[in-house]
């Protein structure tokens, strides 16, 4: 961040520019169990070529769903799993931008 009194460059952690004084009035609390925003370009490149391992799954903390990609691409020669699996492909694209929203935190 920058000082907003004479555009210092200060750390983010900086409570007063140590240039001119100004106290930093935008307190950033930073909490290191916060989620971290997801990237969206990495969710969609995930979601292209990994999917058959539920990777953009994995990639949102669906667990459950990752491991039920992975169990659909392992049967996928019983043809059924095959299409569910690319239905859930299907369903998944509408959701990622979602999906990526709601990983940035609420405020
Ligand atoms: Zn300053």
Redesign the pocket.
């Known amino acids: 961040m920058f000082?907003?009194?004479?555009?210092?460059e200060?750390s983010d952690r900086a409570v007063a520019?140590?240039?001119?004084?100004?106290p930093t009035t935008e307190k950033k609390v930073i909490n290191p169990y916060a989620p971290q925003p997801k990237d969206k370009t990495l969710a969609w490149l995930l979601w292209f070529f990994l999917a058959g391992f539920g990777a953009h799954r994995f990639y949102f903390g669906h667990t459950g769903m990752g491991i039920l990609y992975i169990v659909l691409t392992l049967t996928s020669f019983l043809v059924i799993p095959a299409i569910v699996l690319l239905i859930l492909w299907i369903i998944d694209a509408t959701k990622i931008n979602t999906w990526v929203m709601e990983s940035y935190p609420k405020n």
Do not use: S
């Open positions: 000082c907003k009194n004479c555009g210092n200060l520019c140590p240039k001119c004084g100004e």
